[in-house]
């Protein structure tokens, strides 16, 4: 098997183990039922932010589907003057990795006796993020927290608008959360 066929179905192998993690966490007191309108407490990224989220396609994607997401479930998008009922902020990181995979080890005998030795060996570098997104849910009367929902995963360059997206639409899965 050649290298680009290894390689091809590496990336369908990764592609097809959705590595995402979601979380949530909320006020067991908050009345969920009880919020109908939001508004964004926009805010921009700050340096600590990754690029990501500082890249105004992907946070205009990020807002779309979080308004989506809140449309689909009853909420009304006001601006903050309106007296919103929650208030809504997103967060996002991601750390560069690079994976080196070496192979073509064998093992043959030496004048020490059987030690490895490589065989015509095969280097594969893969350079890819662990992105984490977060979507807060404050209560605009009391300024506390009510709901926060974090995605975690795991992309590869090129891929981050379609993470983001995913990102979104999994986390927003999870509100309002269970009685």
């Given at each position: 098997?050649d290298?680009?066929?290894?390689m091809l179905i590496?990336?369908?192998?990764l592609?097809?183990?959705?590595?995402?993690?979601?979380?949530?966490?909320?006020?067991?007191?908050?009345?969920?039922?009880?919020?109908?309108?939001?508004a964004?407490?926009?805010?921009?990224?700050?340096?600590?932010?990754?690029?990501?989220a500082?890249?105004?396609?992907?946070?205009?994607?990020?807002?779309?589907?979080?308004?989506?997401a809140?449309?689909?479930?009853?909420?009304?998008?006001?601006?903050?003057?309106?007296?919103?009922?929650?208030?809504?902020?997103?967060?996002?990181?991601?750390?560069?990795?690079?994976?080196v995979?070496?192979?073509?080890?064998?093992?043959?005998?030496?004048?020490?006796?059987?030690y490895?030795?490589?065989?015509?060996p095969?280097?594969?570098?893969?350079?890819?993020?662990?992105?984490?997104?977060?979507?807060?849910?404050?209560?605009?009367?009391?300024?506390?927290?009510v709901?926060?929902?974090?995605?975690?995963?795991?992309f590869?360059?090129?891929m981050?608008?379609?993470?983001?997206?995913?990102?979104?639409?999994?986390?927003?899965?999870?509100?309002?959360?269970?009685?």
């Amino acid at each position: 098997m050649d290298r680009a066929s290894r390689m091809l179905i590496f990336a369908l192998a990764l592609a097809a183990c959705s590595s995402m993690k979601v979380q949530t966490e909320y006020d067991r007191t908050a009345d969920f039922k009880g919020y109908r309108t939001y508004a964004w407490l926009l805010q921009q990224p700050g340096p600590e932010q990754a690029p990501e989220a500082r890249d105004p396609r992907i946070r205009e994607a990020v807002f779309r589907g979080v308004d989506q997401a809140l449309a689909s479930k009853g909420l009304t998008r006001v601006t903050p003057d309106e007296s919103p009922e929650l208030l809504v902020a997103v967060h996002g990181w991601a750390l560069n990795r690079i994976d080196v995979q070496t192979y073509g080890y064998h093992y043959a005998a030496t004048p020490y006796g059987f030690y490895p030795t490589m065989a015509t060996p095969a280097v594969e570098v893969r350079q890819y993020k662990d992105g984490t997104l977060i979507v807060d849910l404050v209560d605009a009367r009391s300024k506390q927290m009510v709901w926060r929902g974090t995605a975690t995963d795991t992309f590869n360059p090129g891929m981050e608008a379609q993470k983001a997206a995913e990102a979104v639409s999994k986390t927003m899965e999870q509100y309002p959360p269970p009685k």
